[in-house]
């Protein structure tokens, strides 16, 4: 990457590229290497150019409607691929993208989650769960509200009401005469179920609605907690529940807790414990397992969970760490509870929903820009640095999008942090490691055309959801978008080859393309005297009748890359540009390193 200087001229080598820089004081102070337009180019892990992939359509779910979520992962053991579109949910093959449809769902954006073996889905009025099988209403978990209650009522309290559901359990210990049994409550909907000695009983009893009491033909007996009583009163807040829009799992250093947020409040919801299994479920939400997350003013946005925390972020401002503990009641028992602290006043995440674990750094969206957040453990030590921006290099870029209605993902396969807004892609590549463990890559650039709604991994590839109801799969096997032309350019910064007071003249480059089926790239100059320089197109292309262009034929059999001179004439020039174009439905390229060589002619007049 250095300027190497001789007596007759300079040479700029480039043998890593360095992804996109829009520099706000211009290009003429960007390395080689840097890019100052980088379009549908990509980095590589090694530091080469190539040409973005390209993608297909493997899948129509609902011709015309949006591709409202898409999940892969493993319910009951198997593993799925689930999309949402039309208001339908769909099981796609992960082989030969056959599509079933599984059920009905509002035509709105969807979020899915696993736990328990079974897949939740939430879409802001909806909360339903897919076991593999069926597609149903999350019901809720009945709680035991009371033990060890007498026949006129009272007892222990052991478990808060379900907000999901309005029904409860209570638990009698019977007494030698006593038939008739008091709820908690008086004015209930209905008895659903009575049990003596863990045997349902259809009959020999009668219930009381308005007064909220069951009356058996004959006295149960006697015993401890040996008669319960399933009852429901209204709906609980279910609603509340439905309005959640997102779902993250904690507990401290476990997932067995489900975080609901994104109803546009400062509050999220977590669940509880099932009594009689003492396992978790994402189907009981006590009522009183409400986290307030700062004021009430502006709304929580993200729950991360990092190392043995959960990050906590709001729009406009505001992130905090919620802690799991736990605390000790007025009665000597003790239950969870979260605290939170704030960590950061100004900063926070402006995407619901947007926020993604990338390379274990939580990264988030706020005014145009993307922070990477640091909360490191070394040697015992935490360290809650601020966010540090690691958009810089793409600022113009970040400003033109919408961020409010940004996709954001992670394709760890790639190591690429995607950003996506309309169809342009803002992609952050942090691939490879240094031996200190940071990043070879650090680098961004700049997709177009890729209408993508939502992602999902496919093996070494990318599936993402369109607009149009269609599911696409993004592949290198593909050289064009569906059919349509890709079209990429890469543009250098303003080089002036070491002496910006010195007129120069080139007459050759030395490019280095690795050998592909359909290799080829276009090269060319520009300079501050004229834009317009004849072009050179180079193959270095395998013979192969997959994506063949016979306009472009070669006959080329030897995988070993080849260095290629080329003429390119420009003259009296103080600053000059490279330029690498690629408008091909065929092509590919890969350059591996590139020499561009200037003459000295003299001063600057």
Same mark, same amino acid.
Request: aromatic share 12%; proline share 3%.
């Given at each position: 990457m250095a300027v190497i200087q001789a007596q007759e001229g300079a040479l700029v080598r480039i043998d890593r590229f360095l992804g996109l820089n829009e520099s706000p004081d211009g290009d003429t102070g960007l390395k080689p290497g840097e890019a100052s337009v980088m379009r549908n180019f990509r980095v590589t892990r090694e530091g080469n150019l190539q040409l973005r992939p390209g993608y297909k359509t493997v899948c129509t779910l609902s011709e015309g409607n949006p591709v409202r979520g898409l999940w892969q992962g493993f319910v009951n053991g198997t593993e799925r691929l689930v999309a949402a579109c039309g208001g339908q949910l769909w099981e796609i093959d992960c082989g030969t993208f056959e599509k079933t449809d599984l059920g009905i769902l509002d035509d709105a954006p969807v979020f899915f989650f696993g736990f328990s073996e079974k897949l939740y889905i939430q879409n802001g009025s909806q909360y339903k769960v897919w076991d593999g099988e069926t597609l149903e209403d999350v019901a809720g978990y009945v709680p035991v509200v009371l033990v060890s209650s007498d026949p006129a009522g009272g007892g222990t309290t052991l478990q808060q009401v379900n907000k999901l559901t309005g029904s409860k359990w209570q638990w009698f210990s019977s007494t030698s005469g006593s038939t008739v049994y008091h709820l908690a409550e008086t004015g209930i909907d209905s008895v659903d179920e009575v049990r003596v000695d863990d045997e349902e009983r259809t009959s020999g009893y009668s219930a009381d609605l308005e007064a909220g009491t069951v009356t058996f033909s004959a006295a149960p007996g006697a015993g401890t907690n040996d008669v319960k009583i399933r009852w429901t009163k209204g709906t609980g807040d279910r609603e509340t529940v439905l309005a959640q829009k997102f779902a993250e799992t904690y507990n401290g250093s476990a997932d067995t807790r489900v975080f609901l947020y994104g109803d546009g409040t400062n509050k999220a919801y977590y669940s509880g414990i099932e009594y009689e299994t003492g396992l978790p479920t994402a189907e009981y939400f006590p009522d009183l397992n409400v986290l307030d997350v700062g004021d009430g003013n502006t709304a929580l946005t993200s729950l991360v969970r990092h190392f043995n925390k959960l990050l906590a972020q709001k729009k406009g401002g505001g992130s905090y760490l919620v802690d799991f503990d736990f605390i000790t009641l007025a009665d000597g028992t003790q239950t969870a509870a979260f605290y939170t602290r704030a960590i950061d006043r100004d900063m926070?995440?402006?995407?619901?929903?947007?926020?993604?674990?990338?390379?274990?750094?939580?990264?988030?969206?706020?005014?145009?820009?993307?922070?990477?957040?640091?909360? =490191?453990?070394?040697?015992?030590?935490?360290?809650?640095?601020?966010?540090?921006? =690691?958009? *810089?290099?793409?600022?113009? +870029?970040?400003?033109?999008?919408?961020?409010?209605?940004?996709? +954001?993902?992670?394709?760890?396969?790639?190591?690429?942090?995607? =950003?996506?807004?309309?169809?342009?892609?803002?992609?952050?590549?942090?691939?490879?490691?240094?031996?200190?463990?940071?990043?070879?890559?650090?680098?961004?650039?700049?997709?177009?055309?890729?209408?993508?709604?939502?992602?999902?991994?496919?093996?070494?590839?990318?599936?993402?959801?369109?607009?149009?109801?269609?599911?696409?799969?993004?592949?290198?096997?593909?050289?064009?978008?569906?059919?349509?032309?890709?079209?990429?350019?890469?543009?250098?910064?303003?080089?002036?080859?070491?002496?910006?007071?010195?007129?120069?003249?080139? *007459? #050759?480059?030395?490019?280095?393309?690795?050998? #592909?089926?359909? /290799?080829?790239?276009?090269?060319?100059?520009?300079?501050?005297?004229?834009?317009?320089?004849?072009?050179?197109?180079?193959?270095?292309?395998?013979?192969?009748?997959?994506?063949?262009?016979?306009?472009?034929?070669?006959?080329?059999?030897?995988?070993?890359?080849?260095? $290629?001179?080329?003429?390119?004439?420009?003259?009296?020039?103080?600053?000059?540009?490279? =330029?690498?174009?690629?408008?091909?439905?065929? /092509?590919?390229? +890969?350059?591996?390193?590139?020499?561009?060589?200037?003459?000295?002619?003299?001063?600057? $007049?």
């Open positions: 926070g995440n402006d995407v619901p929903g947007g926020v993604r674990l990338v390379y274990n750094y939580p990264v988030s969206l706020q005014g145009n820009a993307a922070y990477r957040w640091g909360l =490191i453990y070394t040697s015992g030590v935490q360290d809650e640095r601020s966010a540090k921006r =690691i958009s *810089d290099p793409v600022r113009r +870029t970040m400003g033109e999008l919408d961020l409010a209605a940004a996709v +954001t993902f992670d394709d760890e396969n790639s190591r690429e942090y995607w =950003i996506v807004s309309g169809d342009t892609a803002l992609i952050w590549n942090y691939s490879g490691e240094t031996d200190s463990g940071g990043y070879k890559n650090n680098l961004w650039y700049v997709y177009t055309g890729i209408p993508a709604l939502c992602f999902a991994p496919s093996g070494q590839d990318l599936l993402f959801g369109s607009g149009s109801g269609a599911l696409m799969r993004l592949s290198r096997d593909y050289r064009n978008d569906d059919g349509e032309e890709i079209d990429a350019k890469w543009e250098s910064g303003s080089m002036d080859f070491g002496s910006d007071w010195m007129r120069k003249y080139t *007459d #050759e480059l030395f490019l280095v393309m690795k050998p #592909e089926s359909g /290799a080829r790239i276009t090269v060319g100059v520009q300079t501050e005297r004229k834009s317009a320089y004849p072009e050179k197109t180079v193959s270095s292309g395998l013979a192969s009748y997959v994506s063949a262009d016979y306009a472009h034929w070669a006959y080329g059999t030897n995988r070993k890359p080849r260095t $290629r001179r080329l003429k390119l004439m420009a003259r009296k020039f103080t600053f000059c540009k490279l =330029i690498f174009k690629s408008v091909s439905v065929s /092509a590919t390229n +890969t350059v591996l390193a590139c020499s561009l060589r200037a003459h000295r002619v003299g001063k600057v $007049r």
